[in-house]
């Protein structure tokens, strides 16, 4: 298990954009298989993005496709969530997950082993 914080949640006003932040304590995040999952009103928690251990693959939900994009910083070791062309429905409470030693994306959330708090996104209309 490693402890996760997520940041840079927000109100934007649709069509805008936002980064979220994931950054651990304690630990490097190379070791991991890393997602991000959201949380909507009414929704169970739902897989967006996913980045594979080494970094050389990932995988997003249809509806974050062409939009978002997952990536690491490794001389931050931070992992983020750039969010562009942002839209009403993707308001809810996002969180960054992690998979010790996870080889290839993980896109189902009994396949992580740690999680953050969330981070708070609002999209207007």
């Known amino acids: 298990q490693v402890q996760l914080g997520e940041s840079g949640g927000g109100l934007v006003q649709a069509g805008g954009s936002l980064r979220l932040s994931c950054a651990p304590s304690?630990?490097?995040?190379?070791?991991?298989?890393m997602g991000w999952f959201r949380r909507a009103p009414g929704r169970e928690r739902d897989f967006v993005a996913g980045?594979?251990?080494?970094?050389?693959?990932?995988r997003y939900s249809d509806s974050a496709k062409g939009r978002f994009s997952i990536f690491r910083d490794n001389d931050k070791n931070t992992l983020y969530l750039q969010m562009n062309s942002l839209k009403p429905e993707d308001t809810a409470v996002y969180y960054c997950?992690?998979?010790?030693?996870?080889?290839?994306?993980?896109?189902?959330?009994?396949?992580?082993?740690?999680w953050g708090q969330g981070t708070q996104v609002t999209v207007s209309s």
């Open positions: 997950a992690a998979r010790y030693r996870g080889v290839v994306v993980r896109t189902t959330a009994d396949e992580y082993d740690s």
């Open positions: 304690g630990r490097t995040l190379n070791s991991y298989a």
């Open positions: 980045i594979s251990w080494s970094g050389s693959s990932t």
